[in-house]
């Protein structure tokens, strides 16, 4: 349920959290939530997804968080890859403006605001940690689309609170256990891939598109911080704007490439559905082998999505334990206080940022937006409605609004 309910990216989906697996199955209490939520910051993948994962983890080990990753992912790559098929028959214009759709953004607002009130209570209660936050708010609120930022403030966040040691002394040893299997896995994963890639395209394989689509995907997925505001952009400059260099195209003449019409109808629509941003691979997979056939095009969108989300959940249940050892050692306990403040900040600054791009010229439509936003923030504060019903009600809203 929460798989095919969950959207607003990664801050959105950190509040449907807070109502889903803490306030009503408590899976999780909210500082584990919240502890979770800083850990996978710091890695680069889909942080919402990686969070999922160590949820399953906590509750059934590795073979629960492979069933908790598949089930996350699963509904958004299929409805991504599926788009891939039906591009053609849609009518652009009508999927931008349907109806249905017309108050889902201002409620994602509203499930990002509720995620940093409840975040707010658990990791802001004192005077640097709501300094922290403050800076960290309007540093990202004007730097949103600058992918640095978010790593620079969490690193920053982590140092200041580490300038007093008086608050939280060191008091036990940390164990010194490491598993390294997980680890090598992803790092020989990744030499494979950029290796095959390399020579299908030197030496012209048969299979070279599959081969160089698989090396592309699970490079973002090792390397993007920022979520898929990142990925985004990183997407398109590898399948839109490279294969446009006329020197690129003489080198490979089989790079693959995406029209940039296509390219922008799907990262639209990845915002249109629940479930990780990340699912837009599966459509840029699709799209990629489009002209290969259907079975082609199947195969295309499995590897994209599995090529996007392997290394997220490589690295975070590899460095997991070792954060849970490194959690003993004051100073990374300490680090905490910070990050997670910057977390909040960061919230905070998503939902503002987000509120500005629902400003129109129309007067009525901005008391609307701000309505649903409202509405939204107090369904989840004050009522026991599941995230699914409130998702279902800004969806009837909206296909009501059209009849007004």
């Not at 803490?22 to 939520?37: F, H, Q, S």
């Not at 994962?53 to 080990?61: A, M, N, P």
């Not at 540093?139 to 992918?147: C, D, Q, S």
Request: net charge positive; glycine share 8%; hydrophobic share 50%.
């Amino acid at each position: 349920m929460y798989s095919i309910s969950a959207f607003g990216g990664p801050q959105g989906h950190l509040g449907m959290m807070m109502k889903t697996f803490v306030n009503k199955r408590r899976d999780i209490t909210e500082a584990e939530l919240m502890d979770y939520n800083s850990f996978c910051q710091l890695l680069p993948g889909a942080s919402s997804t990686q969070t999922l994962t160590l949820i399953g983890y906590k509750r059934g080990g590795v073979v629960l968080a492979m069933l908790t990753l598949i089930i996350w992912t699963l509904p958004a790559c299929v409805l991504m890859g599926a788009f891939s098929f039906f591009l053609t028959y849609i009518n652009e214009r009508t999927l931008r403006t349907a109806a249905l759709f017309r108050f889902v953004a201002p409620m994602t607002v509203g499930f990002i605001a509720y995620g940093a009130y409840q975040a707010f209570k658990i990791a802001v209660h004192n005077t640097i940690t709501r300094v922290i936050l403050a800076v960290s708010a309007v540093a990202t609120f004007i730097l949103f689309k600058t992918p640095w930022i978010f790593p620079i403030l969490l690193v920053l966040g982590g140092f200041v609170t580490n300038l007093s040691d008086k608050r939280i002394p060191q008091k036990e040893l940390p164990s010194k256990k490491i598993k390294w299997g997980n680890i090598w896995l992803f790092a020989i994963i990744f030499l494979l891939a950029g290796a095959s890639s390399e020579l299908s395209r030197k030496n012209n394989w048969p299979s070279r598109r599959p081969l160089n689509l698989f090396e592309n995907t699970y490079r973002f997925g090792s390397l993007v911080f920022g979520g898929g505001n990142v990925l985004i952009p990183m997407m398109y400059e590898q399948f839109v704007a490279r294969p446009e260099s006329q020197k690129l195209i003489h080198r490979n003449p089989n790079i693959i490439r995406i029209n940039k019409e296509d390219f922008y109808s799907g990262a639209g629509m990845a915002r249109a559905i629940p479930g990780p941003v990340f699912a837009v691979t599966s459509f840029m997979g699709g799209m990629a082998m489009r002209d290969k056939g259907t079975a082609m095009q199947i195969l295309g969108c499995f590897i994209a999505s599995t090529g996007i989300f392997l290394p997220s959940a490589l690295l975070v249940l590899f460095f997991f334990p070792i954060w849970h050892n490194l959690k003993k050692y004051a100073v990374v306990f300490r680090a905490l206080e910070g990050i997670n403040s910057v977390v909040v900040g960061i919230m905070i600054a998503s939902a503002c940022y987000m509120m500005k791009d629902l400003a129109t010229i129309a007067w009525t439509d901005i008391f609307l937006n701000l309505g649903v936003i409202a509405g939204t923030f107090a369904l989840l504060k004050f009522s026991r409605l599941p995230s699914p019903v409130i998702v279902l009600i800004c969806l009837l809203l909206g296909w009501g609004w059209s009849f007004l």
